[in-house]
């Protein structure tokens, strides 16, 4: 197994929205942010080569949307999704999956791409089966009041169309050696993976835990839709971590792409930060 990480570019996210009811005397300790209280955080997607199986999890924001969208959201760095793709020498018919944490537009936006004429839609990755929860599909079609500006239907919609969309209804091995779980505090139906190779297991953490400074349970981003939730879902999850020796795998932190995980009497802690590239 060749596990890799896929930067897609970065945005900026409000810091009193990334960490919710935690005051700023806190967590600007954790995570920096600019004069506008703004912080910059990845995009970032991972690429998992099993066998014949290649398998992208997330895949940034795409272009299809507004330059005054883009705007919006600051987004920044240099880094894209397809070059990042190319420069570890895969081209977007070699891959055989993606899988969604969930379809807000920071997550599945690349997955579609305007056609030439431009006058229709086009699938970025036509030989892929797209996988994603039938919770989050279901939300997606009939979006809460307050979930509604993340999702755009041109990001999916043509998937479907294509006959190339699957979805989730249980949690469990998606693929070998690849393990989904589906949490409800940040939106219905998230999907987290869990990746198994012969020295390690790797959790895609995606917006369950975005950064190393959310990985304290009361740490929430105030994105989650249910609160109470998150903080059950977390607390159990951080449990089974640390008790197996998982690594997080951050898609937002910009400073830190990797995390090992320690109990502490305060609760579980980040042990180590790393880069995907010093363990593989």
Same mark, same amino acid.
Not at 10 to 25: E, H, R, W
Not at 54 to 76: P, V, Y
Not at 158 to 177: M, T
């Given at each position: 197994?060749?596990?890799?990480? @896929? =930067?897609?570019?970065?945005?900026?996210?409000?810091?009193?929205?990334? *960490?919710?009811?935690?005051?700023?005397?806190?967590?600007?300790?954790?995570?920096?942010?600019?004069?506008?209280?703004?912080?910059?955080?990845?995009?970032?997607?991972?690429?998992?080569?099993?066998?014949?199986?290649?398998? /992208?999890? %997330?895949?940034?924001?795409?272009?299809?949307?507004?330059?005054? *969208?883009?705007?919006?959201?600051? /987004?920044?760095?240099?880094? %894209?999704? +397809?070059?990042? #793709?190319?420069?570890?020498?895969?081209?977007?018919?070699?891959?055989?999956?993606?899988?969604?944490?969930?379809?807000?537009?920071?997550?599945?936006?690349?997955?579609?791409?305007? $056609?030439?004429?431009?006058?229709?839609?086009? +699938?970025?990755?036509?030989?892929?089966?797209?996988?994603?929860?039938?919770?989050?599909?279901?939300? #997606?079609?009939?979006? $809460?009041?307050?979930?509604?500006?993340?999702?755009?239907?041109?990001? @999916?919609?043509?998937?479907?169309?294509?006959?190339?969309?699957?979805?989730?209804?249980?949690?469990?091995?998606?693929?070998?050696?690849? =393990?989904?779980?589906?949490? $409800?505090?940040?939106?219905?139906? /998230?999907?987290?993976?869990?990746?198994?190779?012969?020295?390690?297991? &790797?959790?895609?953490?995606?917006?369950?835990?975005?950064?190393?400074?959310?990985?304290?349970?009361?740490? #929430?981003?105030?994105?989650? #839709?249910?609160?109470?939730?998150?903080?059950?879902?977390?607390?159990?999850?951080?449990?089974?971590?640390?008790?197996?020796?998982?690594?997080?795998?951050?898609?937002?932190? &910009?400073?830190?792409?990797?995390?090992? /995980?320690?109990?502490?009497?305060?609760?579980?802690?980040? %042990?180590?930060? *790393?880069? +995907?590239?010093?363990? &593989?």
């Amino acid at each position: 197994m060749e596990i890799y990480n @896929i =930067e897609t570019g970065n945005f900026k996210c409000d810091g009193g929205a990334m *960490f919710s009811v935690v005051p700023k005397l806190l967590w600007s300790r954790k995570y920096p942010s600019d004069e506008d209280n703004l912080c910059n955080c990845a995009m970032r997607s991972m690429l998992v080569v099993d066998g014949e199986r290649k398998i /992208l999890i %997330d895949n940034g924001t795409g272009d299809k949307q507004s330059a005054e *969208f883009f705007k919006h959201h600051h /987004l920044n760095g240099e880094a %894209d999704l +397809l070059s990042s #793709l190319a420069n570890i020498g895969f081209q977007p018919t070699d891959i055989t999956d993606v899988v969604f944490t969930h379809l807000h537009f920071d997550h599945c936006g690349g997955a579609v791409k305007h $056609n030439e004429k431009g006058d229709g839609f086009e +699938l970025v990755f036509p030989n892929a089966t797209h996988w994603v929860s039938k919770l989050q599909w279901d939300n #997606l079609r009939n979006p $809460n009041i307050r979930e509604a500006d993340a999702y755009f239907q041109e990001n @999916i919609v043509p998937i479907k169309e294509a006959g190339k969309l699957k979805f989730v209804e249980k949690e469990g091995e998606l693929f070998p050696n690849f =393990e989904v779980r589906l949490v $409800n505090g940040h939106t219905p139906g /998230l999907m987290v993976s869990i990746i198994k190779n012969e020295n390690f297991t &790797i959790v895609f953490a995606g917006d369950f835990i975005p950064t190393t400074a959310n990985v304290p349970v009361k740490w #929430l981003a105030s994105y989650d #839709l249910n609160p109470k939730a998150s903080l059950h879902e977390k607390e159990v999850f951080l449990k089974e971590a640390v008790e197996n020796n998982y690594i997080l795998f951050f898609q937002h932190d &910009i400073i830190n792409e990797c995390c090992s /995980l320690v109990q502490t009497p305060k609760g579980v802690k980040v %042990d180590k930060c *790393f880069s +995907l590239i010093d363990i &593989i």
